[in-house]
């Protein structure tokens, strides 16, 4: 069984760049969450998708970052304009059922804004 | 005050000891907890999860939750250079199961041979 898929694994951008990142989450998962981890910090949580409906949307930094899951199936994450505060590692991860199952992650964009 | 604190390390021991990892947390509506394992530019691993207080034992690794403390710790026996990683307490509060999690900061394990 393939793991949670994130593309790209690195990106590098000028300030004020929009930069989009993918994520697959496991096959059949209904659960798709994005999570960052910034400099020097701890992981946080950004958003819970259920399906194609955003369930949680209470970490988002701000509106510059618009998630989608088209379908209920693949997730993408845009950063527009992007900052400089913005880079760090953006993790997807996916879980069955509702709330039931731990989360499985995947390898993480590292985003690099200069 | 952070919601949970986790000793960054790094903790250096040799192959073959036991390695005790600890969380606390000042939320008491945590109820589900977990210990992920990260190697160097890789995600979060899921190495263990419980539900409340209690211990669950699978292979090399305990995990021990305490909620009277809140406390939770990892135990590996055993160690081996390839335990060197790491390690990531991630908690929840019981209304959302798993799915919104609030991380440790980690700790940086190195076993050396």
């Known amino acids: 069984e393939a793991g949670v898929t994130q593309f790209p694994s690195h990106s590098v951008i000028e300030k004020g760049q929009t930069v989009t990142l993918r994520c697959d989450p496991i096959s059949g998962h209904d659960n798709l969450y994005w999570y960052r981890r910034v400099m020097g910090k701890e992981i946080k949580f950004l958003l819970h998708f259920v399906k194609e409906s955003k369930q949680d949307e209470s970490g988002m930094p701000n509106n510059r970052f618009l998630a989608e899951r088209t379908g209920g199936t693949y997730s993408t994450l845009k950063v527009q304009p992007a900052e400089l505060e913005d880079s760090g590692v953006y993790f997807c991860a996916s879980s069955q059922g509702m709330g039931a199952e731990p989360l499985h992650f995947g390898n993480g964009t590292r985003l690099t804004v200069t | 005050q952070k919601e949970v604190e986790q000793d960054p390390g790094p903790l250096s021991v040799p192959e073959g000891a036991i390695v005790s990892l600890n969380c606390t947390y000042s939320n008491s509506a945590f109820q589900y907890f977990m210990w992920y394992r990260q190697y160097s530019r890789k995600g979060p691993e899921l190495l263990m999860y419980?539900?409340?207080?209690g211990n669950k034992e699978d292979g090399r690794f305990t995990a021990q939750v305490d909620k009277s403390s809140k406390y939770i710790s990892l135990f590996i026996r055993d160690s081996q250079p390839s335990d060197s990683a790491t390690y990531l307490c991630?908690?929840?509060?019981?209304?959302?199961?798993?799915?919104?999690?609030?991380f440790g900061a980690g700790t940086r394990l190195a076993v050396h041979p």
């Open positions: 991630a908690m929840s509060a019981g209304s959302g199961g798993y799915n919104k999690l609030i």
């Open positions: 419980t539900y409340s207080s």
